[in-house]
């Protein structure tokens, strides 16, 4: 890797189903620390599993990462690098780092259930170094073809990590990792390590599952005479449950929050303070977010993400957002100037998600059909008889209320939830001091008195 003083991140899903909250916190790390310091931050497709990689789940990914606001400087693909992998394989087997193995996955199995009965971790033995030529010359001729392992050198690898502080892995624990599959396709330990270092990648924050991997590549990137990244292994994300992801199971996944309504923005900003010291509050941009991010506060526990919490969090992002977020949001819904900012000050705090806004948008230019108790009928249409003339402004609606209190005698709930409901539809909302301006269509007298 190019010595560098700028910081290189990536985020490196496999487009072979949906991106969940695991995966976008991962990315959002990767992303916050790099555009913190003023860095480049990558997304690197690893689709070298062409079985079950597809278009459709790549073009996904951008859409969940664009929702997310989560820019990225350059996009790569691993289906286009695969020469760079096979060269870098042939560099590992001629300085000896790189053997032929032919054991199949049946016999693999049966190795493992051994070593378990026995008592001993799980780690491939090695029995493939000692074939002779001939014997490897037997087993093609049977029609076995060879995986190529790493050879891992027994001893202690450390490093320095920025969420676990100093972290030792001992290379004699792990199986020598298989770099390249008997069919040819390069799997992920080669093809992610040889990218890391040509592209420069400087630092990466990555699950806590990947602390073991992080040990073999530490290994192979010195193999390949690349200067190993700054690591960062974050604790795993679970669900309320306590469930892990999984990007084929569509739980929690970011198209189906999308589609339920919940904000991005607070998506990010919790995920961005989930598991740290930090507390998670709502943010109103990402450069918000930015500014109050601390990958050191975050700790190694696994971390729960509640499904309730997350929209109680989504709730309270949506209504402390400036109107300047949410001006292009409601120009789609054909708002604009003044009476945007007005009508976002006056529905704001009452929102559950942004979508609800399209509701009230539909109320004030349309009307709605006013709900009435029996009880309260004369009194509506009489009130309504006595509102003043347009235009109204914010001190109309205590001005008008207040000559009803004075001709009727009621006050408190029985003055003003009658009025409120006949103007709305709704026994509650919106301030209806900010509101009553807005209303462009208004029940008469003689609609409620029938």
Known sequence: MTATATMITRFAPSPTGRLHLGNAR????????????????????????????????????????????LGWDEEIRQSDRLDLYRDAARRLQASGRIYEAFETP?????????????????????????????QKAELR??????????????????????????????????????????????????????????MGISHIVRGADHVTN???????????????????????????????????????SLGSLRDSG????????????????????????HQEILEGFDIAAFGRADTRIDDAELRQHSEKTVRALPFEAAAPRLSALGLSGAKAKAFWAAVAPNLAQ?????????LCSAGTTPLIDESDR????????????????????????????AASGRKGAALFKPLRKALTGLDRGP????????????????????
């Open 26 to 69: 991962s990315a959002i790390m990767n992303w916050a620390i790099a555009r913190k310091a003023g860095g480049r931050f990558i997304l690197r497709l690893d689709d070298t599993d062409t079985a079950r990689s597809s278009e459709a789940h790549a073009d996904a990914i951008r859409r969940d990462l664009d929702w997310l606001g």
């Open 106 to 134: 049946e016999e693999l199995e049966f190795r493992r259930r051994a070593q378990a009965r026995r008592g001993l971790p799980p780690v491939y033995d090695r029995a493939a170094l000692t074939l002779s030529d001939a």
């Open 354 to 362: 942004f979508e609800d806004a399209a509701d009230w948008v539909r």
């Open 378 to 405: 004369a009194f509506v249409a009489e009130a309504l008889a006595t509102l003043p003339a347009r235009p109204w402004d914010e001190t109309t609606w205590a001005t008008w209320t207040g000559a009803v209190k």
């Open 141 to 198: 001729s049977a029609g076995r073809t060879a995986h190529l392992r790493f050879l891992l050198e027994h001893g202690s690898v450390a490093w320095e990590d920025m969420i676990r502080g100093p972290v030792a892995v001992d290379a004699a624990s792990v199986s020598d990792p298989v770099l390249v599959r008997g069919d040819g396709q390069v799997l992920y330990t080669l093809a992610s390590v040889v990218d890391d270092a040509v």
């Open 214 to 252: 992080t040990g073999a590549q530490h290994q192979l990137f010195q193999a390949l005479a690349a200067t190993p990244p700054v690591f960062a292994h974050h604790s795993l994300l679970t669900a309320g449950d306590g469930e892990a992801f999984s990007k084929r199971t569509g739980a929690l």
């Open 431 to 450: 301030d209806m001091a900010a509101l009553l301006p807005l209303l462009e269509c208004v029940p008469t007298p003689e609609n409620v008195s029938r």
């Open 262 to 285: 919940v904000e991005a923005l607070a998506v990010v900003s919790m995920l961005a303070r989930l598991g740290s010291s930090l507390p998670v509050e709502p943010a109103t941009s």
